[in-house]
């Protein structure tokens, strides 16, 4: 059983990013981490407002936990401050399922 992840790039970051990076985490309900966290960068020769990544993430295991999600987080060095900022975010439910939550009925 497995899920594979793409990102391919990033469109239309704001004008005091410089490098971004993605951050990818994949926890259950129990706020439990369910696969090792992973980042990644983009290619060197991509524009800072458009980054291009080529990046893929297998999510491979017997069982994968209903409940997890995951969680993509971008972060930057703020051009102005030169300190890290977090850019966006995104949280993406691995399942969906109708009716009663499997877990929480």
């Known amino acids: 059983m497995g899920i594979d992840f793409y990102i391919d790039g990033l469109r239309y970051l ?3 990013v410089t490098v971004s990076k993605v951050y990818m985490q994949v926890y259950n309900i129990d706020y439990e981490e369910i696969f090792e966290k992973e980042t990644c960068l983009p290619e060197l020769d991509s524009f800072s407002f458009n980054p291009v990544y080529n990046f893929r993430r297998e999510l491979r295991k017997d069982h994968i936990d209903p409940t997890s999600i995951v969680l993509l987080t971008v972060v930057t060095i703020d051009k102005a401050t030169n300190e ?13 399922t109708s009716g009663p939550n499997p877990v929480h009925p």
């Open 14 to 16: 704001p004008d005091k």
């Open 84 to 96: 890290n900022r977090i850019v966006g975010y995104a949280a993406v439910p691995l399942f969906i």
